[in-house]
């Protein structure tokens, strides 16, 4: 175990915040340690009639676009669920009559305590579309059937959209969930 002896916030920006300092390790010792504070957030995989909505987006951290499922930082006091359920309004403009919660993880428990909540989003209902002024998203529609082959080719590479594309394949195999995935 680790215990912060002394630590301060050294930038603090709209999305993380970068801790610095020294822990005691559980033998007396002391180490560096850097910490990416972040408030997490939700990822939904959205399914609408045989086929899952997916983004498009240039992320400037890799400097290139990525194909991902829909997605957001939790803003205070919010609760995962309501979280999801706004950011499916706000970026391909649907409400879901169902969220299922399939998974919760840590996006890199090295240096960040980010927690990411992954929803499948079924039921899903048409609404107005609201992206934040500072988001560029193209929606794509992709047959279930190609999810699986997609996934095994390698051609997504967000991690919440392979952890939750492969949640969503699982969830299709359990009789009586209404998800058809069929070649």
């Not at 007396?28 to 990822?43: C, F, H, K, S």
């Not at 706004?86 to 409400?95: D, N």
């Not at 107005?128 to 190609?146: G, K």
């Amino acid at each position: 175990m680790e215990t912060w002896i002394d630590s301060n916030i050294v930038f603090s920006g709209k999305i993380f915040a970068v801790r610095t300092g020294t822990v005691r390790l559980d033998d007396g010792r002391i180490a560096q340690r850097d910490v990416v504070e972040n408030p997490g957030g939700v990822g939904i995989v959205p399914v609408l009639n045989n086929e899952v909505i997916l983004i498009r987006q240039f992320r400037i951290a890799v400097n290139r676009e990525i194909v991902e499922i829909p997605a957001g930082r939790l803003e205070d006091g919010e609760t995962p669920e309501s979280c999801a359920g706004r950011e499916l309004q706000e970026e391909i403009g649907y409400r879901a009559g169902k969220l299922i919660p399939v998974h919760a993880y840590y996006s890199s428990v090295g240096f960040t305590n980010e927690r990411m909540h992954i929803f499948l989003g079924l039921d899903l209902a048409e609404t107005a579309r609201r992206p934040e002024q500072d988001e560029r998203i193209q929606i794509l529609r992709v047959p279930l059937s190609e999810i699986e082959p997609k996934l095994r080719s390698g051609e997504f590479e967000d991690a919440k959209t392979i952890i939750g594309l492969y949640a969503l394949l699982s969830y299709a195999t359990i009789p009586g969930t209404g998800i058809r995935v069929t070649p």
